[in-house]
């Protein structure tokens, strides 16, 4: 077989093994390796026809696709994860109870010519919130009631990315839209669900082998405010804006770190009343006449992480990760008496995810009732208000989220298969200030899940 044919045959084959890119080169290289090992091919004639391929990729996949010539890769992905929980507090006001939900998220990305991609996804939310409009911004679960009445499907994701720096030690992208949080926290600070809408760029660079340094900037709109004709400038919308450096670090083969420092502001916050956005969680001190925030966030967090690898433990596959981490937060904006301060510290072994892999966790939190906006923190974290906070929105007895929350949370996670995993959490919680003074707050929150990845 001459080159010309063995390219052609090689094209079309390339088109076949997937509808991705990465599929194709990854399956492309592998068939080059076992050409090259029977001797069919010599080193320097694979080389060639790989080279040929990347060239030739893009008009192959069209053809085989039925995509514009600029589109490179079209790739779904999403989960379904099934959840049982269950609140008990020992207030005999409260009314324990049970519920069961699921979360199911459907998106793709597609990948540009050009260091191009977007991506969107569709995700289940609750239309029995009592919101105008949307759900609820950081949970995308369903709870099954109402009848088995038809459940609600929104936009999780929409947005658009440009990577021009991916060479050498330098990296850089900026995404524009409805995104992923850009920033790396925990869910003291984020909630995992809540995709913000705005902007965000990312640089990285690598020293070496050993350390590499990322910076992530961004801006985020909160609310867009009606103005009126007659005072165009009477209401100002809310923004968050943040930065943060985070330096990666593998010392050893068995022992890596991470250290990060970030500074978000959310501007103009006194116009976050009940009514201008979903009020889903509590804990921020709030005007008893406006109902928005007393004041202002402006936190500075740093966090903290080591790494510790064993070679192998028993009943766990691969190598064993033991992880430390800390996480501070203090928002400067408030006083010192406003509880403007929250942490979280914890431990981690192992990592779920893989075939056979499986973790335990257990960690402390501290979130101050004013150390950060009420509804951006996790909404699994909450305490029992046996009267509702002034101005809150809410009404007492209730289990609340948000800021104002001490806690335990333990985690244990199983994988059976690469796609599915199983968990158990546990949050064992107290509010810092209690409604009234001297109330049981106590609340006993646990969750079984299944989670199934494509």
Known sequence: MNKQKLMTVWLAAVAGMSMTQQGAAQSADALLDKLVEKGILSVKEANELREETDKNFT????????????????????????????????????????????????????????????????????????????????????????????????????????????????????????????????????????????????????????????????????????????????????????????????????????????????????????????????????????TAPTYAFSPIIADLSATYTLDKVPLYPGPFPIRLAGEYMRNGAAPDSADNSAYNVGIMFGKSGKRGAWEFSYNWRWMGGNSWYEELSESDFGALYQQSQPASGFTGPNYGSGSNVKGNIVKLAYSPYDFLTVTAQWFSTWLIVQSPNGSDSFMNRIQLDATIKF
């Open 59 to 290: 008009t192959a996949y069209s053809v085989k696709s039925g995509m514009p010539d600029w589109v490179t890769s079209f790739k779904w992905g999403g989960d379904l994860r099934g959840r049982f929980e269950d609140f008990s507090s020992s207030n005999p006001l409260f009314e324990n109870q049970d519920r069961w939900r699921y979360r199911f998220r459907l998106g793709a990305t597609v990948t540009l010519l050009e260091d191009f991609e977007i991506g969107f996804r569709l995700g289940s939310g609750n239309l029995d919130s009592g919101l105008t409009a949307g759900s609820d911004p950081i949970s995308n679960n369903q709870t099954y009631q109402n009848n088995a009445s038809k459940k609600g499907v929104f936009i999780d994701l929409a947005y658009a990315k440009w990577s021009p720096l991916h060479a050498g030690n330098w990296a850089a992208s900026t995404t524009l839209g409805k995104m992923e949080i850009p920033f790396v926290f925990t869910t003291m600070v984020f909630d995992h669900d809540y995709t913000p809408e705005g902007g965000a760029a990312q640089v990285g660079y690598t020293f070496n082998d050993h350390h590499a340094l990322k910076l992530i900037g961004a801006a985020f709109i909160v609310d867009n405010n009606a103005r009126l004709t007659s005072q165009p400038y009477a209401a100002e919308n809310p923004y968050l804006t943040g930065g943060q450096m985070v330096l990666d670090s593998t010392w050893t083969k068995r022992f890596s770190s991470s250290a990060g420092f970030a500074v978000l502001g959310l501007s103009h916050a006194d116009q976050l009343i009940n009514g201008a956005v979903p009020n889903i969680n509590q804990g921020n001190t709030r005007n008893l006449v406006t």
